[in-house]
């Protein structure tokens, strides 16, 4: 596959090494083959948009990608490390360090604060102890614009704002890549706004960032978009900066 | 190092959802406390049980009157009504018949008894020195009736503990007093312990008097109205029951058996029952225990099974963000445990007051097996820990996705 974001003529690394990923779910005659022979290659510091119907494989894609599940055939390289053949203990440590994933259910901790909460991923980094981390989780829920907050209970904070702590636990242990699953999906269209800016300053800072949506203007503010259907990409595209063009646009895609 | 980041971060699931960690360490708690309770309730009521039984003595013999009358054509009257026992039957059957312990002769009546202007009517019981041991009541307070006394005719008695409360009320001590038997002044010199109802008799409505006091003073008749024989050991019981017998019928001159004057009775039967009973005792406290385990055990399962497979997203969370299986494991292994043992011991304190209570409502004495406790204890914090780990260990075995998607 060729590649043609401009990003590729930099002198880049390559973070991402998918080839002839499939994932097939159930056996015999109930299996259902969710991906059918992806391959894909991402560079560090791109912002890529995963756009496809309902079952068209890019929530399974992004899984695989983000090491929470493990594919049924093909091989994955990230940053040169085969996951396929991680056991248990070093998947833990790179979905720890390397990792941060935010949900589209937000998925935090009930009845926990949201310094709590961005703090989780650290109990389990073996690197440092957990209270070293803790100023580093404030500034970052100050980054996300709920320094006032951090002692909410997530049953007190709007769904943009639990969705503001989940990113800020994903960036708690520092990763290369952030893997989002239709963070704006359960949102209000300011709100989906306002972590949509989050990603695109981090993206400006460096960050590697992967996600998926279903609303072509959000898609639009990523820097490359990849269309998915019944399992396989049917394109792959660098976007031209005209993220502005926002609401005019048809959607491509229903689900 | 490690151990201790785990431990705050089970303690931290427990204090996060308190209504949980309570309703499941309740949940152990009721299992435990309920075997404590039934088993401690059971062999209370045993020991209860046994007890009166043991009480009634099982190596008794009681030779008492036959019937009056009959042997010339005469009307036969009730049994007991002969006159037919004596002193002298009593100390040949002591001197006479070997494997005899001790030899109780007895000569009971009702009388008035007077003092101050309390006023009952009671039975009134002639006994030797020996009775204490034969019929294993004591007493409480005081002296029993003492040999001197059978020689001097002295006017003592000794009280049950009912005839102290209706002619004394609680205030006064009988103890050197003097009361009247049928107008006859005697000094209360002891007290009985209680001894509560036994067949139809209260035992401890009954005053005790020396044997000849009774005879020569109270009843005018040197007849007595029943020997208790202890027999030496319970497996010559029927031995000596039939030496009594032959010996008797010698004495009163009787060639046909049928034709005694008295019976003796064997008190083998009720060491049979005495047996029985205790084994079918011993079989319904094992089934209280294990049924009482079960149910508790299932409890303790149920509350565990659901209130972590609940937390299977949760488990999905902390896998993906970096947790493996081991963390997972300890985090549930250290919280059930916490919650199993924290359980168990409020268990163990509400069983032993429930059946510290209960013993106090069934006036029964409270019994704690040790073993019982350690069981219920141990058997609950196992199921309470394999069943807070089972679902644990298997959410963490699953991919992160398939935890967090599981509903």
């Known amino acids: ?92 440590r790179l979905r720890n360090e390397q990792i941060g994933f935010v949900f589209q259910q937000f998925n935090l901790l009930p009845r926990t604060s949201a310094l709590e909460n961005v703090l989780l991923p650290t109990r389990y980094n073996r690197k440092r102890p957990h209270g070293a981390y803790r100023e580093r989780a404030i500034r970052l829920l100050e980054d996300v614009g709920l320094g006032g907050r951090i002692l ?20 708690i242990n520092d990763p290369d890549i952030l893997f989002a699953d239709e963070p704006t999906g359960n949102l209000d269209t300011k709100s989906g706004d306002e972590i949509m800016a989050i990603f695109k300053r981090l993206n400006e800072q460096g960050k590697t960032i992967i996600l998926i949506t279903h609303e072509q203007y959000i898609a639009n503010q990523a820097k490359r978009t990849i269309h998915m259907r019944d399992g396989v990409i049917i394109s792959d595209t660098p976007n031209h900066g005209d993220d502005n063009a926002r609401d005019e646009r048809v959607e491509e895609v229903q689900s | 190092m490690n151990l201790l980041i785990h431990i705050q971060t089970a303690l931290r699931g427990i204090v996060t959802n308190k209504l949980r960690a309570a309703l499941t360490m309740l949940g152990v708690a009721i299992g435990v406390g309920a075997v404590i309770a039934m088993i401690s ?241 011993t079989l319904f406290l094992g089934g209280i225990a294990a049924v009482s385990l079960l149910v508790g055990g299932i409890g303790i399962m149920n509350i ?27 985090q549930f292994l250290i919280e059930s445990l916490t919650l199993s043992l924290a359980g168990g011991a409020i268990g163990m304190l509400i069983g032993v007051a429930g059946a510290y209570a209960m013993s106090v409502v069934g006036s029964w004495p409270f019994v704690l097996s040790p073993n019982s406790v350690v069981l219920a204890f141990v058997f609950s914090s196992l199921v309470g820990v394999f069943f807070g780990l089972y679902p644990a260990w298997r959410a963490s075995l699953l991919s992160p996705i398939e935890a967090l998607r599981y509903e």
């Open chain 2, 304 to 330: 565990m099974l659901v209130s972590v497979t609940e937390r299977t997203r949760e488990i999905g969370l902390r896998k993906a963000v970096g947790a493996r299986q081991s963390d997972i494991l300890w």
């Open chain 1, 1 to 92: 596959m060729v590649d043609l974001s401009p990003a590729t003529f930099d002198a880049r690394r390559t973070i991402i090494q998918a080839d002839g990923l499939r994932k097939v779910y159930g056996e015999g005659d109930a299996a259902v083959e969710a991906l059918r022979g992806v391959s894909l290659s991402v560079d560090e510091g791109e912002f890529v948009a995963i756009m496809g119907p309902s079952g068209s494989g890019k929530s399974t894609l992004l899984n695989l990608l983000g090491c929470l599940d493990k594919p049924t055939s093909g091989k994955y390289l990230l940053r040169g490390i085969e996951v396929n053949e991680l056991d248990d203990v070093e998947l833990a």
């Open chain 1, 152 to 171: 909410s209970h997530p049953n007190q904070l709007s769904g943009g704002m639990q969705q503001r702590v989940a990113i800020a636990r994903a960036l």
């Open chain 2, 41 to 281: 309730v059971g062999s209370g009521a045993t020991s209860s049980v046994t007890s009166r039984i043991q009480s009634l003595g099982t190596n008794l013999l009681t030779v008492s009157p036959g019937a009056a009358g009959g042997l010339f054509g005469g009307a036969r009257q009730a049994a007991g009504t002969a006159r037919s026992l004596t002193l002298e039957d009593a100390e040949a059957i002591k001197r006479e018949i070997p494997g005899i312990a001790a030899v109780s002769p007895e000569a009971a009546g009702n009388a008035q008894v007077v003092f101050k202007d309390s006023n009952v009517n009671t039975r009134i019981y002639g006994v030797t020195p020996v009775y204490e041991n034969v019929h294993n009541f004591h007493v409480e307070f005081g002296d029993f009736i003492r040999d001197q006394d059978l020689r001097s005719l002295s006017r003592v008695a000794v009280l049950g503990k009912q005839v102290v409360a209706d002619l004394f009320g609680s205030g006064e001590s009988p103890i050197g007093q003097t009361i009247k038997i049928n107008n006859i002044p005697f000094r209360v010199v002891g007290i009985m312990e209680t001894k509560g109802q036994s067949g139809f008799a209260n035992l401890d409505d009954m005053i005790f008097v020396p044997l000849s006091t009774a005879q020569k003073r109270i009843f005018g008749d040197m007849a007595l109205s029943s020997i208790s024989i202890q027999v030496a050991s319970d497996n010559q019981m029927d031995t000596v029951s039939s030496l009594v017998t032959s010996l008797l019928l010698v004495r009163h001159r009787i060639s046909d058996p049928n034709n005694a004057d008295f019976r003796v009775m064997n008190q083998a039967e009720l060491l049979s029952t005495m047996s029985s009973v205790s084994q079918t005792f």
